[in-house]
Protein backbone atom coordinates (compact mmCIF):
# COMPACT_ATOMS: atom_id res chain seq x y z
CA UNK A 1 0.00 0.00 0.00
CA UNK A 2 0.88 3.62 -0.55
CA UNK A 3 0.58 6.33 2.03
CA UNK A 4 -2.47 8.98 0.93
CA UNK A 5 -0.74 11.99 2.76
CA UNK A 6 2.46 13.35 4.05
CA UNK A 7 3.83 11.25 7.35
CA UNK A 8 4.93 13.06 10.41
CA UNK A 9 7.99 11.88 12.82
CA UNK A 10 8.35 13.83 16.02
CA UNK A 11 12.48 15.01 16.46
CA UNK A 12 14.07 16.06 19.47
CA UNK A 13 13.54 19.58 18.26
CA UNK A 14 10.34 19.62 16.55
CA UNK A 15 9.32 17.52 13.27
CA UNK A 16 10.38 16.11 10.00
CA UNK A 17 7.86 15.20 7.26
CA UNK A 18 8.08 12.62 4.47
CA UNK A 19 5.51 12.29 1.26
CA UNK A 20 5.52 9.86 -1.35
CA UNK A 21 4.19 12.12 -4.53
CA UNK A 22 3.64 11.08 -8.69
CA UNK A 23 4.09 13.32 -11.17
CA UNK A 24 2.97 11.31 -14.76
CA UNK A 25 5.29 7.99 -14.51
CA UNK A 26 7.75 9.46 -11.81
CA UNK A 27 7.66 8.50 -8.44
CA UNK A 28 9.52 10.80 -5.54
CA UNK A 29 9.81 10.32 -2.06
CA UNK A 30 9.97 14.46 -0.36
CA UNK A 31 11.80 14.00 2.78
CA UNK A 32 11.97 17.82 4.64
CA UNK A 33 11.26 19.14 1.39
CA UNK A 34 14.25 17.56 -0.36
CA UNK A 35 13.10 15.23 -3.14
CA UNK A 36 14.78 11.67 -4.11
CA UNK A 37 13.39 10.45 -7.46
CA UNK A 38 12.86 6.55 -6.58
CA UNK A 39 10.97 4.87 -9.93
CA UNK A 40 10.04 5.79 -13.49
CA UNK A 41 6.76 3.74 -12.72
CA UNK A 42 4.42 1.70 -10.95
CA UNK A 43 5.74 0.68 -7.32
CA UNK A 44 4.14 -0.97 -4.36
CA UNK A 45 4.77 -1.80 -1.04
CA UNK A 46 5.99 1.26 0.24
CA UNK A 47 7.82 1.76 3.53
CA UNK A 48 9.52 3.82 5.93
CA UNK A 49 11.40 3.55 9.48
CA UNK A 50 9.00 5.20 11.88
CA UNK A 51 11.99 8.08 12.31
CA UNK A 52 11.85 8.14 7.95
CA UNK A 53 15.33 8.01 8.18
CA UNK A 54 14.97 4.59 5.51
CA UNK A 55 12.68 3.68 2.75
CA UNK A 56 11.98 1.31 0.92
CA UNK A 57 9.46 -0.12 -2.16
CA UNK A 58 8.73 -2.92 -4.43
CA UNK A 59 9.19 -2.47 -8.15
CA UNK A 60 8.87 -4.87 -10.72
CA UNK A 61 8.31 -7.69 -8.37
CA UNK A 62 11.75 -6.72 -6.31
CA UNK A 63 12.39 -4.92 -3.22
CA UNK A 64 14.20 -1.64 -3.72
CA UNK A 65 15.26 -0.47 0.23
CA UNK A 66 17.50 3.08 0.17
CA UNK A 67 17.41 3.27 -3.66
CA UNK A 68 19.28 -0.36 -4.20
CA UNK A 69 17.29 -3.08 -5.41
CA UNK A 70 17.98 -6.45 -2.86
CA UNK A 71 19.82 -9.23 -4.10
CA UNK A 72 18.37 -12.45 -2.55
CA UNK A 73 14.98 -14.30 -4.17
CA UNK A 74 13.88 -14.02 -8.02
CA UNK A 75 10.96 -11.72 -6.48
CA UNK A 76 10.38 -9.98 -3.25
CA UNK A 77 7.65 -7.93 -1.03
CA UNK A 78 6.44 -6.89 1.91
CA UNK A 79 9.84 -4.64 3.07
CA UNK A 80 9.47 -4.06 7.03
CA UNK A 81 11.68 -1.96 9.30
CA UNK A 82 11.94 -1.75 12.90
CA UNK A 83 11.19 1.56 14.68
CA UNK A 84 14.69 2.83 14.37
CA UNK A 85 15.72 2.10 11.09
CA UNK A 86 18.14 -0.66 12.50
CA UNK A 87 16.25 -3.61 11.02
CA UNK A 88 14.89 -4.60 7.72
CA UNK A 89 13.29 -7.33 6.24
CA UNK A 90 11.41 -8.64 3.64
CA UNK A 91 9.81 -11.99 1.71
CA UNK A 92 11.32 -13.60 -1.08
CA UNK A 93 10.21 -15.83 -3.59
CA UNK A 94 6.95 -16.22 -1.31
CA UNK A 95 9.16 -18.77 0.45
CA UNK A 96 11.47 -17.08 3.03
CA UNK A 97 12.40 -13.95 4.82
CA UNK A 98 15.39 -11.84 4.77
CA UNK A 99 16.68 -10.49 7.93
CA UNK A 100 19.29 -7.15 7.36
CA UNK A 101 21.01 -9.56 4.54
CA UNK A 102 20.87 -12.94 6.49
CA UNK A 103 18.08 -15.63 4.55
CA UNK A 104 16.34 -18.05 6.58
CA UNK A 105 15.41 -21.07 5.81
CA UNK A 106 13.17 -22.01 2.85
CA UNK A 107 9.26 -23.29 3.74
CA UNK A 108 7.67 -25.18 1.26
CA UNK A 109 4.17 -23.20 2.64
CA UNK A 110 3.55 -19.53 1.70
CA UNK A 111 5.67 -17.28 3.95
CA UNK A 112 3.93 -13.76 4.95
CA UNK A 113 3.18 -11.41 7.72
CA UNK A 114 6.69 -10.23 8.34
CA UNK A 115 7.20 -8.03 11.65
CA UNK A 116 9.99 -6.51 13.04
CA UNK A 117 10.29 -6.26 16.91
CA UNK A 118 10.37 -1.96 17.33
CA UNK A 119 13.99 -2.73 19.29
CA UNK A 120 14.87 -4.05 16.13
CA UNK A 121 16.34 -7.40 17.85
CA UNK A 122 13.68 -10.06 16.76
CA UNK A 123 11.57 -11.11 13.73
CA UNK A 124 8.47 -13.00 13.05
CA UNK A 125 6.46 -14.62 10.36
CA UNK A 126 3.70 -16.68 9.70
CA UNK A 127 4.03 -19.57 7.32
CA UNK A 128 1.25 -21.56 5.53
CA UNK A 129 -1.41 -19.15 6.92
CA UNK A 130 -1.25 -21.68 10.58
CA UNK A 131 2.10 -21.57 11.83
CA UNK A 132 4.02 -19.07 13.90
CA UNK A 133 8.31 -18.47 13.16
CA UNK A 134 9.67 -16.33 15.97
CA UNK A 135 13.52 -15.69 15.76
CA UNK A 136 13.88 -18.59 12.96
CA UNK A 137 11.68 -20.99 15.43
CA UNK A 138 8.04 -22.66 14.65
CA UNK A 139 6.02 -22.59 16.96
CA UNK A 140 3.18 -24.96 17.37
CA UNK A 141 0.96 -25.46 14.52
CA UNK A 142 -3.25 -24.43 14.59
CA UNK A 143 -5.80 -23.71 12.23
CA UNK A 144 -5.40 -20.58 11.64
CA UNK A 145 -3.09 -17.40 13.04
CA UNK A 146 -2.88 -13.57 13.00
CA UNK A 147 -1.71 -10.38 14.30
CA UNK A 148 1.75 -10.96 15.42
CA UNK A 149 2.82 -8.36 17.90
CA UNK A 150 6.19 -8.04 19.81
CA UNK A 151 6.19 -5.43 22.71
CA UNK A 152 8.40 -1.99 22.68
CA UNK A 153 11.34 -3.17 24.14
CA UNK A 154 11.20 -6.77 21.86
CA UNK A 155 10.96 -8.97 25.24
CA UNK A 156 7.37 -9.41 24.98
CA UNK A 157 5.64 -11.42 21.86
CA UNK A 158 1.52 -12.38 21.16
CA UNK A 159 -0.77 -13.69 18.27
CA UNK A 160 -4.29 -14.75 18.04
CA UNK A 161 -5.00 -18.32 17.11
CA UNK A 162 -7.81 -20.12 15.68
CA UNK A 163 -9.57 -16.63 16.08
CA UNK A 164 -10.61 -18.09 19.72
CA UNK A 165 -6.80 -17.96 21.62
CA UNK A 166 -4.64 -15.31 22.62
CA UNK A 167 -1.07 -16.62 22.70
CA UNK A 168 1.34 -14.37 24.96
CA UNK A 169 5.04 -15.60 25.71
CA UNK A 170 4.14 -19.23 24.09
CA UNK A 171 1.15 -19.08 27.00
CA UNK A 172 -2.26 -20.10 25.36
CA UNK A 173 -5.40 -17.86 27.01
CA UNK A 174 -8.81 -18.59 25.66
CA UNK A 175 -10.77 -15.58 24.75
CA UNK A 176 -13.42 -16.76 22.71
CA UNK A 177 -14.28 -16.22 19.34
CA UNK A 178 -13.23 -12.63 18.36
CA UNK A 179 -12.77 -10.79 14.78
CA UNK A 180 -11.02 -7.33 16.33
CA UNK A 181 -7.50 -9.02 16.26
CA UNK A 182 -5.58 -6.37 18.11
CA UNK A 183 -3.21 -6.57 20.46
CA UNK A 184 -1.33 -3.48 22.48
CA UNK A 185 1.49 -3.55 24.73
CA UNK A 186 1.91 -0.56 26.94
CA UNK A 187 5.27 1.49 26.65
CA UNK A 188 7.25 -0.03 29.25
CA UNK A 189 5.80 -3.80 28.15
CA UNK A 190 4.66 -4.51 31.13
CA UNK A 191 0.75 -4.45 30.39
CA UNK A 192 -0.91 -5.96 27.15
CA UNK A 193 -4.45 -4.72 26.07
CA UNK A 194 -6.83 -6.94 23.56
CA UNK A 195 -10.43 -6.59 22.52
CA UNK A 196 -12.82 -9.69 22.46
CA UNK A 197 -16.46 -9.99 20.61
CA UNK A 198 -16.74 -7.63 17.48
CA UNK A 199 -14.74 -5.23 15.68
CA UNK A 200 -17.21 -1.75 16.73
CA UNK A 201 -18.95 -3.72 19.50
CA UNK A 202 -16.45 -5.46 21.91
CA UNK A 203 -14.94 -6.10 25.22
CA UNK A 204 -11.70 -4.48 25.89
CA UNK A 205 -9.34 -6.16 28.20
CA UNK A 206 -6.25 -4.74 29.83
CA UNK A 207 -4.18 -7.53 31.78
CA UNK A 208 -6.66 -10.03 31.37
CA UNK A 209 -9.33 -8.21 33.58
CA UNK A 210 -12.44 -6.74 31.49
CA UNK A 211 -11.78 -3.36 31.57
CA UNK A 212 -14.71 -2.01 29.17
CA UNK A 213 -17.53 -3.07 27.32
CA UNK A 214 -19.42 -0.40 24.85
CA UNK A 215 -19.09 0.75 21.07
CA UNK A 216 -15.69 2.26 20.16
CA UNK A 217 -16.45 4.23 17.61
CA UNK A 218 -13.69 3.58 15.80
CA UNK A 219 -13.55 4.84 12.45
CA UNK A 220 -13.62 2.99 9.25
CA UNK A 221 -10.13 2.98 8.40
CA UNK A 222 -9.39 2.21 11.76
CA UNK A 223 -11.46 -1.26 12.06
CA UNK A 224 -8.10 -2.63 13.01
CA UNK A 225 -8.44 -1.20 16.36
CA UNK A 226 -5.91 1.46 15.60
CA UNK A 227 -7.35 3.56 18.00
CA UNK A 228 -6.89 1.65 21.42
CA UNK A 229 -3.40 3.29 23.14
CA UNK A 230 -2.02 3.56 26.40
CA UNK A 231 -0.58 6.41 27.87
CA UNK A 232 3.20 7.22 27.73
CA UNK A 233 3.62 6.54 31.66
CA UNK A 234 1.75 2.78 30.93
CA UNK A 235 -0.83 3.52 33.64
CA UNK A 236 -4.07 4.17 31.31
CA UNK A 237 -5.36 2.89 27.86
Not at 16 to 44: F, M, P, Q
Request: glycine share 8%; with cysteine.
Amino acid sequence: ALPRNPIMAATGDGFKWGALVKNGNEVSWILNGDTTSISDGEISDFAVSTDLSRYAHVSNDVVVVDGKQVDQGSTSCCPTFSNDGSSFGYIADDSFVVINGTASKSHLDTVDNLVISPDGTRSAYIVGGNTVVVDGEEKPKYDSVSTLTFSPDGSRFAYIANDALLVVDGEEQDIGETTAEQIVFSPDSSRLAHVRDEMRLGRLFVDEKEYAAHRFGCAPSLLSWDCITFTSDSESI
